[in-house]
């Protein structure tokens, strides 16, 4: 009987409460914890000055975070440049060889000398430029990754600078600094 006491009080509560506020919106819920919306900026609590310690946590925190980031940069192009090796040794395999069976098939064909003589000034002119179109692949490669290391400095650098300025100001630095751009 209790249990359906209770049920029947409750039961009215909701009801009085919506009775109350149909018949003033504005007014606050009896019985029920007040709700407030979030405010659009959140409201900012003094921190405590950082100690030595703290910083000290902070600053290997940043070091190690660098050091990650750049020892995954260098596996990145450590495997980039691997790719690049593998994937050219291939090209220059299958190039070979269908070259290959291309003189063998003209010098089938062709038996006078002069004939053959041409083909293979032709043929050494062609090797030239395919091995040049390797190294300026290879060149360009090492070009671009040289270039995404500078950038790499620079953000590691200026990420470095704004902690630094935190640390200075004795404020904690923003998260921010310490994840990988």
Do not use: C
């Not at 003094?46 to 596996?75: G, H, I, V």
């Not at 935190?166 to 998260?175: G, V």
Request: no cysteine; glycine share 2%.
């Amino acid at each position: 009987m209790t249990a359906i006491h209770s049920l029947f009080l409750s039961l009215i509560l909701i009801l009085s409460v919506s009775a109350t506020s149909l018949a003033d919106p504005a007014a606050p819920l009896v019985g029920l914890p007040s709700v407030t919306p979030p405010s659009a900026a959140p409201a900012q609590t003094p921190e405590a000055p950082l100690s030595a310690d703290d910083k000290k946590k902070l600053s290997r925190q940043m070091k190690k975070s660098l050091s990650d980031e750049t020892s995954a940069f260098d596996r990145q192009e450590r495997s980039a440049t691997k790719e690049l090796v593998l994937s050219q040794s291939q090209h220059a395999k299958s190039w070979k060889e269908q070259e290959k069976r291309t003189r063998h098939q003209f010098f089938n064909d062709h038996t006078k000398g002069s004939e053959r003589r041409q083909y293979v000034q032709d043929y050494q002119i062609r090797l030239k430029e395919f091995d040049k179109s390797l190294r300026d692949e290879a060149a360009k490669s090492k070009s671009d990754w040289k270039q995404k290391r500078e950038a790499l400095k620079q953000s590691q650098k200026d990420r470095e600078a704004q902690f630094k300025t935190a640390l200075d100001q004795n404020k904690r630095p923003d998260p921010s600094v310490f994840q990988p751009k």
